[in-house]
């Protein structure tokens, strides 16, 4: 990238969740990208945080993407069962109306680009709710129009969450290094993976040009994460 351009600017929605921090931590170590988040409520930032945070209701999200005009979205929204009381209502309110709602007023800003931080085994026909919906988000989100829109679709996140303890993903977590390589064919996309290493693949996709539509699994994501790290290292800029 090249100094006098500057850094790309970036919209973030779900900054407080795993992978949201994680894009706020990478990209305030570098100067590739500088992240704009947009939020319902305040929230504490990770140490070192170089960004813009603003706080509004979801209604009026539109209205700063319009001012802010960034060169993407990155989208890592997303509630949980237990958040959601238990709701299937509550819960797609969130993973999809909300997501939906999101996308629109970006698109409608002039933004050219989304990156969609979904789940694997997302399917608007699956049994599973939760996968239900996410597919269901996934499907609506395509025909908003976005130049650009990638879809990342990560197994089960590693990394530490602050405030939200989820006993049964917590002893997935300790069981992932002895049942991950037992993953193997269809299942292999649902092996564990560092948030942290998504929110580099959501970087680094934010920042493509090509159009498109691209779903990415694991293994698509390690890829453009390395593209990010590449691009990111001093002899890189020009």
Known sequence: MSETRGPARIALVGATGLVGRQVIALSSAGDEARIVGIA??????PPGARMEMFVAEPDKWGEVLEAVRPRALICALGT????????????????????LATARAA??????????????????????FYMRVKGEAEEAVSKVGFKR???????????ERV???????????????????????????????????????????????AGGRFTHDNEAMRRAAREWRRACEPENVE
């Open 40 to 45: 319902r409520r305040e929230a504490p930032l």
């Open 107 to 128: 698109r409608s800003a002039g933004v050219p680009n989304m990156v969609l931080v979904s789940a694997a085994g997302a399917d608007a026909r699956a049994k599973s």
């Open 163 to 209: 405030d939200d303890l989820r006993f049964a993903e917590r002893a997935a977590l300790i069981a992932a290094p002895l049942v991950d390589p037992l993953l193997s064919g269809s299942w292999e996309r649902y092996r564990s993976i560092n948030a942290a290493l998504v929110a580099e693949a959501a970087l680094g996709l934010a920042l493509r040009r």
């Open 80 to 99: 949980t069962w237990k958040k959601a009381g238990r709701d299937e209502a509550a819960f797609r309110a969130v993973d999809h109306d909300l997501v």
């Open 149 to 159: 829109l990638d879809i990342l679709r990560p197994g089960l996140l590693r990394g």
